[in-house]
């Protein structure tokens, strides 16, 4: 059974860093794309960044230059180093995985997430004042 479990979420101010990660248990493709998606009040589920199981990485516009996502293969852990943060990326962020066959190269439409993205956390709050 597949289990990811966020963590590292908080309070912080603008300008303030935060590193989430994510513990990935029982998962086991070869090819494979992971990722980070938040969710802020009032607002639709949106896609942060992705890793592709060859490094590749995709980052949202509003995130690049900023975050940082990476993982620790031994440790079986995701992360998202998240640095200059605004009071707009306040939100709930979540991890989650594929299904096997790795991350496509643009994030895939808000219908489609679930189909692509079946494994999920439940998430960690960041919360960051002005």
């Known amino acids: 059974q597949v289990r990811l479990v966020e963590s590292g979420g908080g309070s912080v101010q603008a300008g303030g860093s935060l590193r989430l990660s994510c513990i990935v248990s029982?998962?086991?493709?070869?090819?494979?794309?992971m990722a980070w998606f938040r969710r802020a009040p009032g607002k639709e589920r949106e896609g942060v960044a992705t890793l592709d199981s060859d490094g590749t990485t995709l980052y949202a516009d509003f995130v690049k230059g900023r975050f940082t996502v990476s993982q620790d293969n031994a440790k079986n852990t995701l992360y998202l180093q998240m640095n200059s943060l605004k009071p707009e990326d306040t939100a709930t962020y979540y991890c989650?995985?594929?299904?096997?066959?790795?991350?496509?190269?643009?994030?895939?439409?808000?219908?489609?997430?679930?189909?692509?993205?079946?494994?999920w956390g439940r998430g960690t709050q960041v919360t960051v004042s002005s």
């Open positions: 029982g998962y086991y493709y070869e090819n494979y794309c």
């Open positions: 989650a995985a594929d299904r096997g066959g790795g991350c496509p190269q643009t994030f895939v439409r808000v219908e489609q997430i679930d189909f692509k993205y079946p494994h």
